[in-house]
């Protein structure tokens, strides 16, 4: 062996060993006898990246190329530096190239396929990925980035055979168990993809993405504790995985595990307003953060979001005519919540009354089709009704864009179940929040948010990224066909025989240590009151008893409801004599059916969106003697009702009277006034003027 080729074959041997700095000062020195070598310039740059040095290893397989421009090493090596540095464009021409050279050379096909797919286009790089597995059948690495290829096109089936195929090669393939547990979980084969996350976290238990997974799927099974566990574990071998962060927080509130509560969402808020990635906003809804946190938490997803799909967007180029001023709108509605979900609930009635405006009506469906009444009522109210619960965002985006909508309603924001990756595509002219996601969306890509003057009063208007469109009366609709049952005698719901039933039937979640001690004052002050709550999983109500036997309440004044079918849980409320509402996450579709089931709905009109539905309920119904302003006075209002069975009486009546007096469940009338802000929206659009608050 020659002097170089031996020099040559030591500095590939330092960089699969691990040691770069010492390859790249061998290769430094090499190139100072040898400038003419193309394959010292080579490792040299690959030396030089490795150090994170991106810039000098460009420049140096650059000198390469020019020594070799037909090596189709150096071109795939100078195409994967570009595409690390964010140059997917010249990777791609690059690869491009190296393709003529070789074109069936399964390196560069499968590096062909990663430059299609980071400048959106999906498509080119599936194809690509699956001519390098069909050049190299056994290349375990294109047959994973085949199956995330096709899990973004939408094709899930496809996307859990390639990942089998990858596993089949290679047994315990961290990378194949975690895209098939991603194909496995779009499936919604929960149980399953946890089972595929789980072998991961054998297969590699440093790292933190497989515990984060599983307590993603954990949840989706209703396995709170263990998902707590799986959450935590990820958090202590990643303490910078913000998402594990997040979620544990959230899970914590869901068990009424309150031990270090505080701590940790302090923790959270600091990483927030650190601009940390990976928070969720609807949880962090649940913390004790101002409008202002909200929004830079939803503005950090948003931003992250909008990086995945700018490159598809950009490529895309979408255009969308202005319109003409005379044409009936064309208004599309996008929830995971149409069937048998709050969201429908709430809806239903509207979309019925909205059919006799001249609107035409596009529900797209992202939630499986379940047979339910509801479901079935809104397919028949839409004028078009589309079922894309099999679509990827991406397909989605496209089905929306194909209708040609004036304007698009997304009840979903950062729900569960939302694509806003979708709607970041910007399929529709005009998009807006509505309904489910109570705050910011801190979107771009989300032009108003639809609200009233007591959920979002101007002076919260400024922590919004949206223009509000205000409605005349409240912001949230209600189905008005609802059925107040007879409900089961006291004793049959496990309520004593006499005394005052305080209820709050909210998320667990949404209880606090802060909400919790002012319910406990007001059953501290009134003797013979019991507190209906719902009842939560893994030992959630126990923990609740404990918490109020260490605060001197006898553990048996708390009363957990089950859950029902909602009739008859609806029917319950006529038991209840007052609602206790939660902070700073207070009742919205519950608080709507308390108040439909003529229970009083009591609350403290908070600094956020999402504390202040309630007490938007209660104004529009006429009763805003109902809004406490602060703790102290909740407290005594509730303590007052409980010692005043006469003024318990006439509360009740006062809200039968109101609920049909007022036109807070008027249906009708709120399909007029949404049109009316629907086609003041599009108005402006059409004469070319940009979104504005709209009063």
């Known amino acids: 062996m020659s002097d170089l080729a ?38 040299h740059g690959i030396a030089l990246f490795q150090l994170g040095r991106g810039a000098e290893a460009i420049a140096t397989l650059e000198s390469a190329r020019v020594l070799a421009p037909h090596s189709v090493d150096v071109l795939c090596n100078l195409a994967s530096v570009r595409l690390a540095g964010g140059d997917a464009a010249t990777a791609l021409e690059a690869l491009e190239a190296a393709l003529l ?15 299609r797919r980071a400048i959106g286009d999906i498509v080119g790089a599936r194809d690509a990925y699956a001519a390098a597995t069909q050049a190299q059948p ?58 595929a996350y789980a072998a991961g976290e054998r297969s590699t238990p440093r790292d933190a993405r497989f515990p984060y997974q599983r307590g993603l799927m954990l949840e989706e099974q209703k396995q709170f504790a263990r998902a707590a566990d799986a959450h935590a574990r990820a958090l202590a071998l990643d303490p910078d995985l913000d998402a594990a962060l ?10 009424c595990d309150w031990r270090g509560l505080d701590a940790l969402s302090t923790r959270l808020r600091a990483r927030a307003a650190a601009g940390a990635p990976g928070l969720a906003p609807f949880g962090f809804l649940a913390e004790p953060a101002s409008p202002a946190e909200q929004l830079r938490c939803a503005r950090t997803h948003a931003t992250a979001i909008d990086g995945r799909v700018a490159a598809l967007r950009a490529r895309n180029a979408w255009q969308h005519a202005a319109g003409d001023p005379d044409a009936p709108l064309r208004v599309g509605f996008v929830a995971n919540g149409f069937a048998h979900h709050p969201t429908a609930l709430l809806v239903v009635a509207f979309i019925e009354a909205l059919r006799e405006e001249a609107v035409g009506i596009h529900l797209f469906s992202t939630a499986p089709a379940d047979g339910s009444t509801l479901q079935r009522r809104l397919q028949a109210a839409a004028h078009a009704w ?9 397909g989605l985006a496209d089905a929306i864009r194909t209708e040609r909508l004036d304007v698009l309603l997304d009840l979903d924001g950062y729900c569960a179940g939302a694509m806003p990756e979708a709607l970041a ?144 849980y609806l029917a319950r409320y006529r038991h209840a004599d007052l609602f206790l509402d939660t902070a700073p996450y207070g009742a919205h579709t519950t608080a709507s059916d308390a108040i439909w089931a003529g229970c009083p709905v009591l609350t403290v009109a908070g600094p956020t969106f999402a504390s202040r539905v309630a007490a938007s309920l209660n104004h529009h119904l006429g009763m805003p003697q109902l809004n406490a302003p602060d703790d102290a006075a909740f407290v005594a209002n509730a303590v007052r009702l409980g ?53």
């Open 101 to 115: 050279l070789a074109p069936a050379h399964p390196a560069v096909l499968n590096g062909l396929g990663n430059a």
């Open 246 to 255: 997040g979620q544990l927080a959230f899970l914590r509130r869901q068990l």
């Open 425 to 568: 595509l910007r399929p529709a002219p005009l998009q807006v929040n509505w309904l489910a996601y109570p705050g910011t969306l801190g979107a771009p890509w989300i032009d108003y948010v639809v609200a009233d003057r007591i959920v979002l009063p101007e002076s919260l208007h400024a922590q919004f990224s949206e223009h509000v469109a205000w409605l005349p009366r409240c912001f949230q609709p209600s189905d008005t066909t609802r059925v107040v049952g007879i409900p089961p005698s006291r004793e049959q719901c496990g309520l004593p025989p006499e005394g005052v039933v305080y209820a709050c039937l909210n998320n667990s979640w949404k209880l606090d240590p802060a909400t919790f001690e002012r319910m406990l004052a007001v059953l501290r002050a009134v003797p013979d009151a019991v507190l209906w709550l719902l009842s939560a999983a893994d030992g959630a109500d126990d923990r609740l008893r404990a918490e109020a036997a260490r605060r001197g309440v006898d553990a048996q004044r708390l009363v957990f409801a089950p859950k029902l079918d909602h009739a008859a």
């Open 138 to 195: 056994g290349h375990v690495g294109a047959w994973c980035n085949l199956a995330a290829a096709e899990l973004a096109l939408g094709d899930h089936a496809a996307g859990e055979g390639a990942a089998r195929e990858a596993l089949a090669l290679a047994p315990g393939h961290p990378e194949a168990l975690f895209v098939l547990g991603h194909a496995l979980a779009a499936e919604r084969r929960h149980g399953e993809a946890e089972a």
């Open 643 to 695: 010692r005043d069975a006469d003024a318990r009486r006439a509360l009740r009546d006062a809200v039968a009277t109101a609920r049909g007096a007022s036109g807070l469940f008027d249906m009708r009338a709120y399909a007029r006034d949404f049109a009316t802000l629907l086609a003041r929206m599009v108005a402006r659009r059409r004469a070319g003027l940009g979104p504005a608050a709209l009063h």
């Open 386 to 394: 589309h079922d894309v619960h099999e679509a990827s965002a991406s």
């Open 6 to 43: 031996a020099r040559l074959d030591r500095i590939a041997e330092l960089i699969a060993g691990g040691r770069p700095d010492l390859a790249a000062a061998e290769a430094a020195a090499l190139r100072a006898h040898e400038p003419r070598d193309a394959e010292a310039a080579r490792l």
